[in-house]
């Protein structure tokens, strides 16, 4: 998977998140809604992290061990 635009990583989750909302969970999912899952995964783990005090080499350090 190459040159998908941060706008398109968006809009795929947003568009996977509210299929799965309102039960369509009968498809499968594609290589760029899984890709933006784990990125928003993460972001979420480092915005805790941030808000914990931790400093950014000690978040980088963590998500890297966790991921």
Same mark, same amino acid.
Request: proline residues 0%; hydrophobic residues 40%; glycine residues 2%.
């Given at each position: 998977?190459? =040159?998908?635009?941060?706008?398109? @990583?968006?809009?795929? &989750? *947003?568009?996977?998140?509210? !299929?799965?909302?309102? $039960? *369509?969970? $009968?498809?499968? &999912? $594609? =290589? /760029?809604? %899984? /890709? $933006?899952?784990? @990125? /928003?995964?993460?972001? /979420?783990?480092? %915005?805790?992290?941030?808000?914990?005090? &931790?400093?950014?080499?000690?978040?980088? !350090?963590?998500?890297?061990? %966790? &991921?």
């Amino acid at each position: 998977m190459t =040159n998908v635009s941060n706008g398109d @990583l968006a809009q795929t &989750f *947003a568009k996977k998140r509210n !299929e799965i909302t309102h $039960s *369509a969970l $009968s498809k499968k &999912f $594609s =290589n /760029v809604e %899984i /890709v $933006s899952y784990l @990125l /928003v995964k993460r972001l /979420v783990h480092c %915005i805790i992290l941030k808000r914990s005090n &931790f400093t950014t080499d000690e978040i980088a !350090e963590i998500i890297n061990r %966790i &991921f």
